[in-house]
């Protein structure tokens, strides 16, 4: 039997609500909608969604506010749908832990693949052996950087390093498919999705603080190494 995507939609215009949720519903998705960010609290223990449409005007809560309460605790993608089309707005949004943003009018269709996009970009890869950590993404037994999923949080050796969010997904990446090479324009799309509002050398200044806090020397790195022209890679043995 087949799994539905769960599809938590908050968002206090009754037409707007209505409309996306017959879609969503109509293309196979489980849908539940609130009207306000309290019910949208409730609605992430309840209902458990894999996805949640945020409207950024919500009669209790600004929106940016309710994404940074939620991305202390959860890692549920969140798609902002809002009528403001100000680059600062969208800026402030995916700062809060948005991970796409969609300006009103906009394809239900386009709306559906970012979804989807979003969702699974959220799962955690699967162990390439069966004697992989179980506490999440790691590598060989004689390396000394590894990643647990459970707890969002990087290791190296036995001390824990302080990433952002944005940080991190980038990590969840490399170690998804360690050693191979991933283009920036890849590296764009893992943290801000399709409708992206990060240029090549914000990767670069990312890739950059990473380095400084997981490599014994950044300017010679062991774990995060550039391919010239190609990308980044993720060196693990």
């Known amino acids: 039997m087949r799994v539905l995507t769960k599809v938590l939609v908050i968002e206090d215009e009754i037409v707007v609500g209505e409309m996306i949720s017959m879609y969503l519903t109509d293309e196979g998705f489980d849908v539940r909608r609130v009207e ?109 950087l590894r990643l647990d999923l459970y707890k969002r949080q990087i290791f190296v050796g036995d001390a824990p390093v302080e990433t952002t969010f944005t940080e991190f997904e980038l990590l969840k990446r490399f170690f998804g498919s360690p050693g191979r090479v991933f283009s920036r324009d890849e590296l764009i799309n893992t943290v801000r999705g399709i409708d992206s509002y990060v240029n090549d050398r914000a990767i670069d200044v990312h890739i950059t603080n990473l380095r400084r806090k997981l490599e014994a020397n950044p300017k010679q790195p062991r774990y995060l190494k550039t391919v010239w022209g190609a990308g980044y890679k993720l060196m693990l043995e």
Do not use: H
């Open 36 to 144: 306000t960010g309290y019910a949208g609290r409730e609605a992430l223990v309840s209902f458990r969604p894999d996805a949640v449409l945020l409207d950024l005007v919500l009669p209790d809560i600004r929106g940016t506010d309710w994404c940074s309460d939620v991305r202390r605790q959860s890692d549920v993608p969140i798609l902002v749908i809002s009528t403001e089309t100000k680059v600062i707005e969208r800026i402030e949004a995916l700062e809060a832990g948005a991970d796409d943003y969609l300006c009103k009018p906009f394809s239900m269709q386009e709306l559906k693949a970012r979804i989807g996009a979003a969702v699974r970009r959220a799962k955690p890869a699967a162990p390439r052996t069966s004697s992989a950590q179980p506490q999440g993404l790691g590598p060989a037994p004689d390396c000394a």
